[in-house]
């Protein structure tokens, strides 16, 4: 059974920052596609980042590039998702998930299976 747990969410002022973490079982990075995705209230759902071990691709949103870093540690079957410089805008609750295929897509219909999501919220 496939699962993803995130973890690492809180309050940060602007110009923080914040590492959140996601947990994952039955399947590897190695098989599919991985994302980050986060949704504001009254947004639709968006793909901060991606990321392809098979390709080797990752794609960043113009949004956070420079500022969000994703990683993983294959070991752990845990990625994590390092954000720097944190705006108010980053405020939402972020999302890890599964994709359906091995390629690297921020299409959220491309990924079959979600964490429970977990709330960041910058502000001062």
């Known amino acids: 059974e496939v699962q993803l747990v995130e973890s690492g969410g809180g309050l940060v002022q602007p110009g923080g920052s914040l590492k959140l973490s996601c947990a994952a079982s039955?399947?590897?990075?190695?098989?599919?596609?991985i994302g980050w995705f986060r949704q504001a209230p009254g947004m639709e759902r968006e793909g901060v980042v991606c990321f392809s071990s098979g390709s080797g691709d990752t794609y960043y949103s113009d949004s956070v590039k420079g500022r969000f870093t994703i990683s993983t540690d294959n070991a752990k079957n845990t990625m994590y998702l390092q954000m720097n410089s944190l705006k108010p805008e980053d405020t939402a609750v972020y999302y890890c998930?599964?994709?359906?295929?091995?390629?690297?897509?921020?299409?959220?219909?491309?990924?079959?299976?979600w964490g429970q999501g977990t709330q960041v919220t910058v502000s001062s």
């Open positions: 998930a599964k994709s359906r295929v091995p390629r690297a897509t921020v299409v959220p219909r491309d990924y079959d299976y």
């Open positions: 039955g399947f590897t990075f190695d098989d599919y596609a």
